[in-house]
């Protein structure tokens, strides 16, 4: 059971940037997926969930209208677009997925995905 952030790199200030979150050994479904993200010398913290059953989504309010969560459990994967990137959102993302609540505790963290803003 595991889940595979990926898709980070280095950004320019108001560019776009699209990670996938791709789930192995079981299927997104029946879960709650969010996107967490770590930055340097802070806590990490949920951005963006979304139920794969109806496909109802969240999104903080630091990351609202420029981040859009999106799910294809034919792909079992899930995206996260973020547009209009700001060098605040430098972090490490992650991904995890929760069987009862949006960004709830989940399973064990993978590695995450770097993204780095340059200002």
């Known amino acids: 059971v595991q889940l595979q952030a990926s898709g980070g790199g280095l950004v320019q200030p108001g560019s776009s940037l699209r990670l996938s979150c791709a789930a192995s050994?079981?299927?997104?479904?029946?879960?709650?997926i969010g996107w967490f993200r770590q930055a340097p010398g802070k806590e990490r913290g949920g951005i963006a969930c979304?139920?794969?059953?109806?496909?109802?989504?969240f999104h903080a309010d630091s990351v609202k209208d420029r981040f859009t969560i999106s799910g294809y459990n034919a792909k079992n994967t899930v995206y996260l677009q973020m547009d209009r990137l700001k060098p605040d959102d430098t972090a490490v993302y992650y991904c995890?997925?929760?069987?009862?609540?949006?960004?709830?505790?989940?399973?064990?963290w993978g590695q995450g995905t770097q993204v780095t803003g340059s200002s």
């Open positions: 979304i139920t794969m059953s109806d496909f109802s989504t």
């Open positions: 050994g079981f299927t997104l479904d029946s879960y709650n």
């Open positions: 995890n997925a929760d069987p009862v609540e949006c960004l709830g505790p989940g399973g064990p």
